[in-house]
């Protein structure tokens, strides 16, 4: 059977489909909805959208991902990844992450994956989150990172959290095991965070 082609330029003419997107940007800011926001983006990039309204919705995910970071910081609670809401915004926190890392903010994306590592409610990624922060204090640049110690060659499509690296060329302990210097230094990181809430 062959895969249908979307005709991108019928839905842009499409008033079902124009009316459906303005309703999912009216609820997305009603709702202060990441997961909506990453609906509408979806849509956005399929029908080639033009960079402004991208950007927009980009940085409405991401500021609200880090509001509601800061909440649970403060209410001391982690993210319930079965819920699709906060796992659309551990993801816009991930992503953050990833793109700091890859523009070589080394401070900046240790403290992202940190951070996650402490919120996250999953201990595969509690454990990935970990090895991402150690091979960024290891001096491991993002190329090095995603072309030598990342695995992402069996990634399950199906999987909600697919978006998140957490297989390695190595088995996590193995790696936690080669990083165990440097996953010290990220504990004792988080046990001073810890301490000053």
Known sequence: ????????????????????????????????????????????????ANEEEINEIF?????????????????????????????????????????????????????????LHYTLNDSELKEAMMIHASAVMAGHSFDDFVNNLADVSGVDENDPSAFFIKTFVQPNDILLTMFAKYVKLGESELKKFEESK
């Open 59 to 115: 940085t409405f995910i991401v500021n609200q991902a880090f509001d509601v970071l800061s909440e649970k910081l403060v209410q001391e609670q982690g993210f319930d990844l079965n819920n699709p809401e906060e796992l659309a915004t551990a993801r816009a926190i991930y992503e953050h992450g990833i793109q700091r890392y890859s523009e070589n903010d080394i401070k900046g994306s240790k403290e992202i994956f940190l951070i």
């Open 1 to 48: 059977m062959q895969e249908q082609q979307i005709d991108i330029e019928a839905l842009k003419k499409d008033e079902n489909f124009i009316n459906d997107l303005k309703r999912l940007e009216i609820e997305m800011k009603e709702d202060k909805s990441i997961d909506k926001g990453y609906q509408l983006l979806g849509a956005k990039l399929a029908i080639e």
